[in-house]
């Protein structure tokens, strides 16, 4: 069974552009939320989503958005990309959205904006 | 606004020590505490998850207690290995949307 998968791992990008990240949720999982970690930080929360809503946003910037497939899988976009925007984004599933549901999380994507 | 913090920020231990990791929060309206373990530049692996309603729980070497009254969690690990060196992040769930996670304990356990 494969768990959370994201891609790309590594990405590398310049101030003002823009990048998306990809995520495909453990199997039997229908919730994912984002979580940027910069670097010796613990991760913060960006967004979730449920049923290809965005259900709760953290203090993000309107700069960062989303969107989920009715496959689950789903992507993170950031435009106008600042240099504090690099970061390990990571991606978590979990099976519903109820509090006793712990949430699986993926390998990350480490991106650097030059 | 709950707040996780985690002490010590960093520890090195030699082979076979016992030890503990600390993690307190601010507010105690929580529906559960998670520890993580982080190997460098890799995600998180869930190590153990402790319901409100539970005081501890134990996976192998590891137990974890939650007080959730006076805001407090402790991972400790028995008898270190060097396998164990990486970060330890703690957090907690104030809701059904996301986890708060502190800055997390940096371990080394020196063969």
């Known amino acids: 069974d494969a768990g959370v998968t994201q891609s790309p791992t590594h990405l590398i990008k310049t101030r003002g552009q823009q990048v998306t990240l990809r995520c495909s949720p453990k199997?039997?999982?229908?919730?994912v939320s984002w979580y940027q970690q910069a670097l010796g930080q613990g991760p913060q929360f960006i967004f979730q989503y449920y049923e290809e809503e965005e259900r709760q946003r953290g203090n993000f910037p309107d700069r960062f958005s989303g969107h989920q497939f009715p496959n689950y899988s789903s992507e993170l976009n950031v435009n106008a990309l600042l240099l504090g925007d690099s970061a390990l984004y990571l991606c978590?599933?979990?099976?519903?959205w109820g509090t006793g549901d712990t949430q699986y999380f993926g390998p990350g994507t480490r991106l650097t904006v030059l | 606004k709950q707040e996780v913090t985690q002490i010590p920020a960093a520890l090195s231990v030699p082979e076979g020590e016992n030890l503990v990791l600390n993690c307190s929060f601010t507010d105690s309206a929580i529906y559960n505490l998670q520890w993580f373990r982080q190997d460098p530049g890799k995600g998180l692996t869930s190590l153990l998850l402790i319901q409100s309603s539970q005081r501890e729980q134990t996976s192998g070497r590891l137990n974890a207690s939650l007080d959730k009254s006076s805001g407090r969690s402790t991972l400790y690990i028995a008898a270190s290995q060097p396998g164990d060196s990486a970060t330890y992040l703690c957090?907690?769930?104030?809701?059904?949307?996301?986890?708060?996670f502190g800055t997390g304990t940096r371990l080394k356990v020196l063969a």
């Open positions: 199997s039997g999982h229908d919730t």
């Open positions: 978590a599933s979990s099976p519903g």
């Open positions: 957090a907690v769930r104030p809701g059904t949307y996301k986890y708060i």
